[in-house]
């Protein structure tokens, strides 16, 4: 025990506690013939939680927590307060980069010893833990080596490594029996057009997704590869732009049906979308796969990861995500760090609790909203007109024939409502 918690006690379901506890999220609770806690698969995020220093681009650290340092031992009391955090959350899953788990060695091989000696201790843990592994993923932006990009960079042998680096975090990940793999290219775009082959880093990101999907056929790892798109930061513009570039992008190298999104609230944000829209358009091209959960300040052009605290928005993506059947492999990774300020152990809890309750209150409602067919049945009705055997015809006809119809006389187009506020004041009365 690292009493760093101190006497903290696991978080239960209470909605009339004085203290810390789940005051909507019931892990128990069947929502659409579903227990909650299967639905919303929430995963902790290993980085911002245990690895980031609280710094900003003007000041530095600002948490002092016992495992901060560079040694092994220090990233094994790292891993034990974690694994007391998962328990005391009652975490179904969590999600890491190698980098948030062991120290950067003198060579790749001893960076790599660190890493699995680490990992070996995540397997024994999670042996009698609860908590299961969301996802792993490579670190492949913060070292300075990926200062010009990973699969992307000018440089072969920065390549090589990224190649090396992804391949120790897979057979982790296989390791660890979790459900997907992530790939956030953090520098997969450029700074300057001036001094950027645009075509060859592209067909380089291309061949280096399709080993990455070889590699996990030839290893027999069962999960699902995602990427997650983000516009731009730390790059000036980066390539996995928003799911309609990464979807073009897949199927430019013919990876679209290995390859699915994790998608972000922060980053569909920065790329001028709503974070349902990005969901949305990953249901109907068929790559949605996770998301991470987390919300950006609507004032600050960057990335502020903080933990989700509306309940109306929150309950439009999760609308998305049930109408299209819910998550397979996927979850609800917060993807959030503290505020700077928030220094206690306790700001640690709080933050990921409110957060948990905050999605069960979004997700109850979206699920209420489609038992009760209250958007789906006007929706139905609007597009109503293309069940008739005429409009159905048109769509396997030609220009011609249609024009022969319109000459003719027999179509007359009737402006209709589109019902945006009424439908907005339905959403209302759900969340
Ligand atoms: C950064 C990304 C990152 C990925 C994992 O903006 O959100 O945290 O989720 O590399
Ligand atoms: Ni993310
Ligand atoms: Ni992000």
């Not at 902790?44 to 900003?56: E, L, Q, T, V």
């Not at 042996?127 to 996802?135: D, G, I, N, P």
């Not at 950006?296 to 990861?305: A, E, F, K, V």
Request: hydrophobic content about 40%.
């Amino acid at each position: 025990m690292s009493n760093f918690f101190g006497d903290l006690a696991p978080l239960s379901f209470d909605p009339e506690a004085e203290g810390l506890a789940f005051r909507a999220y019931n892990p128990d609770e069947v929502v659409l013939g579903k227990r909650l806690e299967d639905h919303l698969r929430f995963a902790i995020a290993y980085w911002h939680s245990f690895a980031w220093p609280g710094g900003d681009p003007f000041g530095g650290q600002t948490f002092e927590r016992p495992w901060f340092g560079d040694g092994m031992d220090a990233a094994r009391l790292k891993a034990e307060v974690a694994f007391e955090m998962f328990e005391l959350l009652g975490a179904s899953y969590f999600c890491f980069h190698d980098l948030d788990i062991r120290p950067e060695g003198a060579s790749f091989t001893e960076s790599k010893r660190n890493f699995e000696e680490i990992v070996a201790i995540f397997e024994e843990k999670m042996e009698t833990a609860k908590v299961r592994l969301l996802w792993g993923t490579a670190n492949l932006f913060s070292h300075r080596r990926f200062m010009s990009g990973a699969a992307s960079n000018p440089d072969p042998d920065v390549f090589a490594w990224s190649a090396a680096t992804v391949k120790s975090c897979m057979d982790a990940t296989h390791r660890l029996k979790g459900e997907n793999y992530v790939l956030w290219g953090g520098r997969e775009g450029y700074e300057t057009l001036l001094n950027t082959d645009l075509k060859q880093e592209l067909d380089h990101m291309g061949r280096f997704l399709s080993m990455v999907v070889d590699y996990k056929h030839k290893i027999g790892f069962p999960g699902t590869i995602l990427i997650e798109p983000k516009p731009q930061e730390p790059t000036k513009h980066q390539y996995d732009y928003d799911v309609a570039t990464v979807f073009g992008f897949l199927q430019r190298f013919g990876l679209e049906k290995e390859v699915k999104v994790n998608i972000e609230q922060g980053h569909a944000i920065l790329a001028g979308h709503s974070f349902e829209h990005e969901i949305a358009l990953a249901q109907a091209l068929g790559v949605f796969g996770s998301i991470d959960m987390n919300r950006n300040d609507y004032q600050s052009g960057w990335d502020t990861d903080q933990f989700p605290n509306n309940v109306p928005e929150v309950a439009l993506a999760y609308y998305e995500i049930l109408k299209g059947g819910g998550f397979t492999t996927g979850g609800t990774n917060f993807d959030a760090k503290l505020r700077r300020q928030s220094l206690d152990p306790e700001d640690l809890i709080a933050a990921h609790a409110g957060a948990m309750d905050i999605c069960a209150r979004g997700l109850k409602a979206a699920a209420r909203m489609l038992e009760d067919d209250a958007l789906e049945a006007p929706r139905r009705a609007r597009y109503a007109g293309w069940e008739t055997p005429e409009a159905q015809a048109m769509l396997t006809s030609d220009l011609a024939s249609i024009s022969a119809r319109v000459e003719a006389g027999d179509v007359d187009p009737q402006p209709r409502s589109g019902r945006q506020e009424k439908l907005e004041n339905i959403v209302n009365r759900y969340v």
